[in-house]
């Protein structure tokens, strides 16, 4: 139990960690988005560049220490960041803060693919991932505007002895060295319509959230309540789909088009329906995502004998898109139009359910 607890605990507070400062960010940069934007994506940009290496380490020395060092790595940033206020340094925090997460991130999700209850661990796992980002965005609202800035960051950065002390616990495997183990560009290339749905289904949520704001004008505390339902949504049907016989192909091919639909309907629905019919198609991109997800590590469990090279694979693919997608997107919407971004990111998710049959993705019976 000290094991499930010290990952889960782990990634809950890992990610509402992230999200904390997101409350404070006019503190280090007030009246300047763009320094905002640096200090928001360089978190995104430290997890992009691990999430790989870490992968690969995990798998040939073990999960254990990797999965200490994220953690650690995880309290020295948010030390940072109540300490220092230049926005540079904070900047600087963040990309720490990133790498741990990498580290942890990786590891942890190799570890509970090996595990024999792998499928309703990785439901826990997204689960507790999609309420930390929940709790660290709300939470540290709420927290900040009675006990002061940075209230937040110090309560989670402290609540990361927990998992650590618990992460000592861990019983650590590695990968045995073998001639016929696959090197990483063959489980990339093998993989690469399943790496590519990852790319593209996680990075248009965050296309979503960087564009609704501005999009429709609504009031902080209902964007806020938007974006809690779609991962309130994921959450469900995180812990849903271990219960449920799911095929990788269909189950994405389903929670593409869905998504797509979803993403061109979002763009009419504040005009026609209200934001009532917004938190309906938001909460269909939510659910589609966590079953998604699920599914995603279910296959990669029993075809993968390098789970670290692997996951680390499948979660630079959803780092990537969250970084790349909203660029694009800010840059159509600028130069062309909302209704451009809307639908070629709807389109996007069409391809996916398309290119997702080439994928050779399916458990056994």
């Known amino acids: 139990m000290k094991q499930r607890l010290s990952l889960v605990i782990g990634i809950f507070i890992i990610m509402a960690l992230s999200n904390a400062i997101v409350p404070v960010l006019p503190e280090y940069a007030d009246e300047m988005p763009a320094l905002q934007g640096i200090i928001f994506s360089a978190y995104f940009f430290g997890a992009f560049v691990m ?5 690969v380490l995990g798998d040939r020395y073990g999960r254990r220490p990797f999965i200490i060092a994220g953690l650690l790595l995880t309290v020295l940033s948010g030390g940072i960041i109540l300490l220092v206020s230049n926005p540079y340094a904070v900047t600087v925090a963040r990309i720490v803060e990133g790498i741990g997460a990498g580290l942890f991130v990786s590891c942890a999700l190799s570890w509970v693919n090996i ?81 590519f749905s990852s790319f593209i289904l996680i990075g248009i949520s965050g296309v979503l959230v960087s564009l609704y704001p501005e999009f429709t004008d609504e009031s902080p505390f209902i964007l806020g309540m938007l974006f809690a339902t779609m991962n309130a949504a994921t959450i469900c049907s995180s812990l849903i789909a271990p219960h449920l016989s799911l095929q990788p192909i269909q189950t994405i091919r389903m929670a593409s088009a869905l998504v797509g639909m979803a993403v061109i309907f979002s763009f009419v629905a504040p005009v026609y329906v209200g934001i009532g019919g917004v938190f309906f198609l938001f909460m269909v991109i939510g659910a589609s995502i966590g079953f998604v997800f699920v599914s995603q590590m279910n296959y990669l469990a029993t075809s993968e004998k390098l789970q670290g090279t692997a996951i680390g694979l499948l979660t630079a693919a959803s780092y990537g898109g969250m ?43």
């Open 115 to 195: 595990q024999p209850d792998h499928t309703r661990l990785s439901g826990l796992y997204f689960a507790a991932l999609n309420a930390g980002l929940i709790a660290g965005l709300m939470g540290t609202g709420i927290l900040n505007a009675h006990f002061g800035q940075n209230s937040g960051v110090m309560l989670f950065t402290g609540l990361v002895f927990i998992p650590l002390i618990f992460s000592f616990f861990l019983s650590d495997t590695k990968s045995e060295p073998t001639d016929n183990i696959p090197k990483i560009h063959t489980i990339g290339w093998r993989n690469r319509w399943l790496y």
């Open 51 to 55: 999430v790989i290496p870490a992968g």
């Open 323 to 365: 970084a790349v997608l909203p660029f694009i997107s800010g840059i159509l919407t600028e130069f062309i139009s909302y209704a451009a971004t809307f639908f070629v990111s709807g389109f996007f998710c069409l391809l996916v359910t398309v290119t997702i049959a080439r994928c050779r993705c399916a458990l056994p019976e």
